[in-house]
């Protein structure tokens, strides 16, 4: 199997904006448990699929090799700027795009100056991978994709990293609960939004521990008690990328203006 | 100080389609044409804001989404490149805009007064949105009126239709008290598309005009019908209809640019003149202006 390690990653750039905030740095220090996580898995190459890159025409591809620039959150501007360093494997990402095209998934490969790379990408690549010196297959989020056409698509990234004997870590940017808070508050007292979304969060962490099996059986609930990022198909690309995992390391969990996030390490 | 009014409101959609159709030097990516009528319509918007020669251009879009509020462009100066995140191969245009902060933070403060989570955004390095864009170059390339920038607040999403276009209403009301208290002479434009079905795959001339069609017929049904209302001048009943037509057409106005401006005009029940319509890949544009004072 060329997955040698897979990381759920919070897309909301909060945790890394302002560490200094404890509700956030719990988060962020969890990344940094991620990041030597991943160091150790040796990766060629990081497979990211994040729910705030939205396509609705075509699957959408970053083929550009190095996106630099700076990157104001459109939400979170006054927390600070983000600079994108983000490479990619321009090699991997075409043979997804050419896979992707023939198992039927219409895709594009993006290569822009100044392209708006998500805030999830950015900071979790930031966490991971801050020198950029792992490159990365980026993959949008179709709005028109469901759970199972992300799975796909994770599987047809991880079998061309194989095909190219690539050794892959899989990252997954998104949250988990999605609602949170639409006035201000204070951010020193930050939370999750009410106890039903904190409870469901909490049943799909413990579903990871025990495996993808378990995960799976935990999504429909966790979809009825609270209403998830995008459907959760960032799960759906560590589902299909992995093949399944025996249990997972939940890093950290906390809120990000009352959305859920956590930082998951899965064990394969 | 005389008092400030709204000369006029328009429906000013943001198809990037339409700047890179135009060809502009400030967009790198170039065109064979395409969407004429629509540009065409755009050319008599243009010719109203000549006449009208407002002090300030207000916009709401949809594609500043902001989950904490209402927030306001709040920097004098806002420049960089704008690339279109889902039509990046069509739009990556190099903007230079100045900002009306004294009235953006009226507005602001008037929003807050009325309840409302409003903010103003300070960051010198925003990038500022192709829907904002779009629509202030096609309603005037000059760049050389001011503008106040409005993000879409999420409610209508997030809590429900009613609620959120109840919260767009508030802003409309605070928008005009601000604009009243200025004394300046202001054009409101909403960056709304109205049926927003969309084919899932773009040609490879994407200006290939043999391929545009509504692609929804019911929902240029829906289209037809408000539009026949609004140049008709009776507003009150597109408002009543409102929630059916954003369910039914799937209608962009669900993000609150449309009652933003209504509200903010006082539900005027002068015709609305409409300028054109057309579709961009399958969504449903109108260019409709409404003449409120000379
Ligand atoms: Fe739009």
Known sequence: MAIVSAFLMPGNPLPFLQRGNPPWGAIAAGADRAAAALAASKPDVLLIYSTQWIAVLDELWQTRPHSTGLHVDENWYEYGDLTMNVRADVDLAKACIAAASAAGIRSKAVDYDQFPIDSGTIVANGFLNPDASIPAVIAANNLYHDFAGTEHLGRIAAEQAALQGKRAAVIAVGGLSASYFDHDINIAEDRIFDDAADSANRALLDAMTQGSDALQAALPDFNCATKGDMGMKHLGWVLGATGGFTGATVHSYGPTYGAGAAVVEFHL | ?294
């Open chain 2, 1 to 294: 100080m005389a008092q400030g009014k709204i000369v006029a409101g328009f429906v000013a959609p943001h198809p990037p389609h339409l700047v890179y159709a135009e060809n502009p030097p400030q967009n790198e990516p170039k065109a064979e044409g395409g969407w004429e009528p629509l540009r065409w319509a755009y050319e008599k918007a243009r010719k109203s804001i000549e006449e009208l020669k407002p002090d300030v251009l207000l916009v709401h879009s949809p594609h500043w989404m902001t989950l904490v509020g209402h927030h306001f462009l709040g920097v004098p100066r806002l420049s960089g490149k704008s690339v279109d995140p889902i039509f990046p191969n069509l739009f990556r245009y190099d903007f230079d805009m100045a900002v009306d902060v004294d009235l953006a933070e009226a507005c602001c403060a008037e929003a807050q007064g009325l309840g409302l989570t409003a903010k103003m955004m300070r960051n010198p390095n925003f990038r500022v949105d192709y829907g904002t864009i779009t629509t202030l170059h096609m309603i005037r390339p000059q760049w050389d009126i001011p503008v106040v920038g409005i993000s879409a607040n999420n409610s209508p999403y997030y809590l429900n239709i009613d609620e959120g276009t109840a919260q767009m209403e508030t802003l409309g009301e605070a928008t005009r008290r601000a604009i009243e208290k200025s004394g300046k002479r202001a054009v409101l434009l909403a960056s709304n598309t109205f049926s927003h079905y969309h084919f899932h795959e773009e040609p490879d001339t994407p200006e290939d005009m043999s391929k545009e069609h509504p692609q929804n017929y019911h929902g240029y049904k829906w289209d037809m019908r408000m539009i026949e209302l609004m140049r008709k001048g009776q507003i009150r009943e597109v408002m009543r209809l409102f929630p059916e037509w954003v369910e039914e057409a799937f209608a962009e106005v669900k993000s609150g640019a449309f009652p933003w401006m209504v509200s903010a005009m006082g539900y005027p029940d002068v015709p609305a003149e409409l300028h054109g319509y057309g579709t961009v890949i399958g969504t449903g544009n109108a260019v409709m202006e409404w003449r409120l004072a000379a």
